[in-house]
């Protein structure tokens, strides 16, 4: 059976050549990256490379790259390293509604520490108001916490805006770009950014490694402790291997970008406008410009978002409902809800993620297959009724 893979938000392939790359660090450059030997130091040296291949990617210097075990942890060494740096100055934490759940966690973990979160709300398009950031700040704030595009719907946010008003304000502005690097240009200097995390297989890497970028000069309070790896702000043996696919992956995605967007965005725009011509009741989520290259998120009226991908998965299309992290517990995603759709709909809802393998035909072949599947579920509905 054909199969096609299109939940490229939740993780993507390792590109071959990335897989070439790592080979070597298996099993003949396999030292131990503190060693003094030169096993060690063929390990170290290769960090060091990665190390500039993930930092010429989003405009940093290389010494502003701590290799993490990917956007969880990253996001967690940030949120947590930057509140308990800053516990003297305030206790206050700016993020938003539609925030991924290592962030929304985090902050929720920090509120039963005594520290007071604000989540902003969003528009139907799921952008944070600029104005509204600005109206939630207070004396006590010391970290803004906004995603730069957002795993569900694909809502790009004014980051570059938001980390001036940060700045202006002498706040740590960080952003989870795990979704948008390598999908979105984005330079840390440009948009203002103090801290920004990624994750390598997000972006055709391997799994269990990404990184956190924190500006020079930045006070963060290490939560892990150890050995000194990555100047003390992540102790633990470097994944090695990992680091150089996820270097490589970053190299890659840098060389491609505009190709790669100007690939997924076309896809992307075909999709949408087939399955909104093709299924009457069927509402695109997420805004119409300012979009991920790579995303597609619809509602069907009347329709079980988890009963649709089943059927689709019986066709052997991968897709999803909400984010994977919220796709096993039966809730409504609170990002959709979020941005105000009904928890009919919210149910209802399909997300498609492409990828710069992803083909014409894989798209044909959803919009083939889709139509039928949508009809024949809601003739089984009673919440259906055709005009
Ligand atoms: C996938 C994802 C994460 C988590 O990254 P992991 O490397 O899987 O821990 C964090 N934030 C966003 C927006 C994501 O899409």
């Not at 990256?33 to 291949?53: P, V």
């Not at 520290?115 to 709300?121: E, I």
């Not at 938001?162 to 002498?170: C, H, I, Q, S």
């Not at 920004?196 to 892990?224: N, W």
Request: charged residues 25%; glycine residues 8%.
């Amino acid at each position: 059976m054909k199969r096609v893979y299109l939940d490229n938000s939740a993780t993507t392939a390792v590109d071959r050549a990335v897989i070439e790359t790592m080979l070597p660090y298996f099993d003949k450059a396999y030292g131990n990256a503190s060693s003094f030997h030169s096993f060690g130091r063929e390990a170290a040296r290769a960090l060091e490379s990665a190390r500039d291949q993930v930092a010429t990617l989003i405009g940093a210097k290389p010494s502003e790259i701590y290799f993490t075990a990917g956007g969880t942890e990253s996001d967690n060494i940030a949120i947590l390293g930057i509140a308990y740096a800053n516990r003297d100055k305030g206790n206050h934490i700016i993020t938003s509604a539609i925030e991924h759940p290592a962030v929304l966690e985090t902050c929720r973990h920090l509120e039963e520490s005594g520290f007071k979160v604000t989540y902003l709300p969003v528009d139907i398009d799921g952008r944070v108001s600029l104005s509204d950031l600005r109206d939630a700040i207070t004396e006590e704030t010391i970290l803004i916490t906004i995603m730069h595009a957002n795993n569900e719907i694909g809502t790009i946010q004014h980051v570059r805006d938001m980390g001036a008003l940060a700045r202006d304000r002498n706040i740590a502005f960080h952003t989870d770009a795990v979704q948008s690097i390598g999908k979105v240009p984005l330079d840390v200097e440009f948009s203002n950014i103090d801290l920004l995390s990624i994750s390598s297989h997000k972006l055709h890497g391997p799994k269990g490694v990404g990184a956190l970028y924190v500006r020079e000069g930045t006070a963060i309070t290490p939560v892990i402790f150890g050995g000194g790896h990555e100047r003390g702000l992540r102790p633990s043996t470097e994944n090695v291997p990992g680091i150089v696919g996820f270097g490589k992956a970053c190299e890659i995605a840098h060389n491609r970008l505009d190709e790669d967007i100007e690939h997924m965005s076309s896809l992307r725009d075909k999709l949408i406008k087939g399955i909104l011509d093709a299924i009457p009741k069927s509402v695109l989520n997420g805004p119409c410009s300012d979009r991920l290259c790579n995303n597609v998120n619809i509602s069907f009226e009347a329709v079980e978002g988890e009963a649709l991908i089943l059927a689709l998965d019986r066709v052997g299309i991968a897709a999803s409902t909400g984010s994977a992290c919220s796709s096993k517990k039966s809730t409504a995603s609170h990002v959709l809800l979020a941005t105000g759709l009904s928890e009919q709909m919210a149910y209802g809802s399909l997300r498609i993620s492409l990828s710069r393998f992803t083909t014409e035909d894989d798209i044909g072949y959803v919009l083939e297959k889709l139509p039928p599947i949508v009809e024949r579920l809601r003739s089984m509905s009673p919440l259906w009724k055709e005009e």
